[in-house]
């Protein structure tokens, strides 16, 4: 099984040249991968979390970690596809793809903070199909020489649309687990990229998302989930196939990641979910050891 761990772009990190260095230290321990989150105003659940602490751009700290790197691959975990317009996004990630080498990888969400919607005027409640439409416009835009699309929010033709990704497909990694997520999933996605789920719940979803995939199955998907991952001192009483965060001794953050392989987890993305820079390096550091 593969490691990415979260970039805390979305901590609150003081000194932005930092998750720079911790995407350097990823790759030197031999991850497979660095994601950025993404949030465009502090709503709701952020606004508690961070105060007047800053939120990272996504891409533009990719970019900063694509010049710093040579190996490591670059996701995002996700951006929130209905706030992008795709010619804008398209660009920006073919552009990415070809500065890193080919090392891109597009997860996508609808998020669930209704006030953000509100504030960029995009309705929330037509998220899901937006997002759809958004998926669809990224093939045409990418694989078509002229793309031409119409749809019900985005409709172009007759110009060319450069640079194509580096990459002969541009991997979409779907996150969520609700249907709608495990419908995107086996439309568009070339990996699923959970959140928030045990192992036990994973292998469920997993079964249920099988069923969807038509002519596909699961196994040709590349399976990922992001993990909050937090060393403690005493041990937990619930089963590692039960948790949800790898919190515990390091026996028990052990035993949870091998309950997610045996899920049919191929990549766990750890998150140190904190702005200390420090205890970013410690868990990188952790669960390197762990995983040698």
Not at 26 to 54: I, M, Q, T
Not at 170 to 178: D, N, T
Request: charge should be negative; include cysteine; charged fraction near 25%.
């Amino acid at each position: 099984m593969k490691l990415g761990y979260a970039i805390p772009n979305n901590q609150g990190v003081s000194n932005v040249t930092d998750l720079t260095l911790l995407g350097q230290r990823a790759e030197a321990l031999g991850y497979n991968s660095v994601w950025v989150s993404e949030h465009l105003f502090h709503a709701s659940y952020v606004a508690k979390r961070l105060g007047d602490r800053p939120y990272h751009d996504p891409l533009t700290v990719l970019t900063a970690v694509a010049g710093a790197t040579e190996r490591v691959r670059l996701g995002t975990s996700v951006l929130v596809l209905p706030w992008h317009h795709p010619a804008r996004l398209g660009k920006a990630m073919a552009t990415l793809d070809h500065l890193s080498g080919g090392r891109v990888d597009l997860g996508v969400g609808v998020a669930i903070a209704e006030d953000e919607f509100d504030n960029l005027g995009i309705s929330f409640a037509d998220r899901g199909a937006r997002t759809d439409e958004i998926l669809a416009a990224l093939e045409a835009l990418w694989y078509q020489d002229v793309p031409d699309f119409a749809g019900e929010y985005y409709s172009f033709s007759g110009q060319r649309f450069e640079p194509k990704p580096l990459q002969a497909r541009l991997p979409i990694h779907v996150g969520g687990g609700a249907p709608p997520a495990l419908r995107r999933t086996a439309r568009f996605g070339q990996g699923w990229h959970a959140l928030g789920k045990s192992p036990d719940e994973l292998k469920a979803s997993l079964s249920d998302l099988d069923d969807l995939m038509g002519e596909r199955t699961v196994q040709d998907l590349h399976i990922s989930i992001r993990c909050v991952t937090q060393l403690a001192g005493a041990p937990w009483d619930r089963p590692s196939n039960q948790r949800r965060t790898l919190k515990g001794t390091r026996e028990e953050i052990a035993d949870t990641v091998l309950a997610y392989r045996d899920a049919g987890v191929d990549e766990l993305v750890v998150d140190a979910n904190t702005p200390d820079i420090d205890e970013n390096f410690t868990i990188l550091e952790l669960m390197a050891d762990l995983l040698a």
